[in-house]
């Protein structure tokens, strides 16, 4: 199916493990971005990526990894996860046109 | 720097009231872009509107209408007769040209529409 697929959809883990949140876009979207979004915060960039093996920081990227070794996919990495990232996390592409972000349905990530 | 800000946190009215939702914007760029996105209750982000700094022509869309006003940095955002569909968190955003194509978003306001 063409358009953008996070996994998992929920997701509980334990404090200081790893978790990796997966996003997938079919469309060869050139920018890719992962947002969390918090009760009182909105949404806040947390990396992004212009293209393949170009990533850079958004506005809170601490306790965060991402790659992007091919075009169509952009993990976000939780190296150890913390309770303070308990979050619901979305991944968003765009081709670059400033037309706006498709996103994806989110992942709810629970941190205990 | 850019920012956005929705003072409304949180706003009730009964059905078939009209109802406004505030947005004001803080960039130096003079070209930039605006948007509204939706968020309803089953959590996914709808994209309503995108609207750049050299169109201030206001747009309607149904019952929906958007306002844009460079003189007061807002882009104001009007549901006419209201729905208990359109009950959900509606984010303003806002994106400078040549920045990534990043979006900063407000924090949102929430819209109850009582039967």
């Known amino acids: 199916d063409a358009g953008i697929t996070q996994s998992p959809r929920y997701k509980i883990t334990e404090t200081g493990r790893q978790v990796t949140l997966m996003c997938h876009q079919t469309?060869?979207?050139?920018?890719m971005f992962w947002y969390r979004q918090d009760l009182g915060h909105g949404l806040r960039l947390i990396y992004y990526?212009?293209?393949?093996?170009?990533?850079d920081k958004g506005e809170v990227p601490d306790g965060y990894v991402v790659s992007r070794s091919k075009t169509e996919n952009f993990p976000l990495t939780l190296e150890s996860a913390t309770r303070s990232q308990t979050s619901v996390y979305f991944c968003?592409?765009?081709?670059?046109?400033?037309?706006?972000?498709?996103f994806g349905s989110g992942t709810r990530l629970t941190v205990v | 720097a850019q920012k956005v800000t929705q003072a409304q946190t949180e706003i009730s009215v009964v059905e078939k009231e009209d109802v406004t939702l505030d947005c004001v914007y803080e960039?130096?760029?003079?070209?930039?872009?605006l948007f509204w996105y939706k968020q309803p209750p089953s959590g996914e982000l709808v994209f309503l509107i995108r609207?750049?700094?050299?169109?201030?022509q206001n747009e309607i869309s149904g019952r929906y209408s958007w306002n844009f006003q460079k003189s007061t940095s807002s882009f104001n955002f009007t549901i006419t007769a209201s729905q208990v569909v359109d009950s959900a968190v509606y984010f303003c955003?806002?994106?400078?040209?040549?920045?990534?194509?990043?979006?900063?978003f407000g924090k949102g306001t929430r819209l109850h529409i009582l039967p």
């Open positions: 990526s212009a293209a393949a093996d170009i990533t």
């Open positions: 609207r750049n700094s050299f169109d201030e």
């Open positions: 968003a592409s765009s081709d670059g046109q400033v037309y706006g972000y498709t």
């Open positions: 955003a806002l994106s400078e040209a040549n920045r990534d194509d990043k979006i900063i």
């Open positions: 469309w060869s979207h050139s920018y």
């Open positions: 960039t130096r760029d003079t070209t930039y872009y």
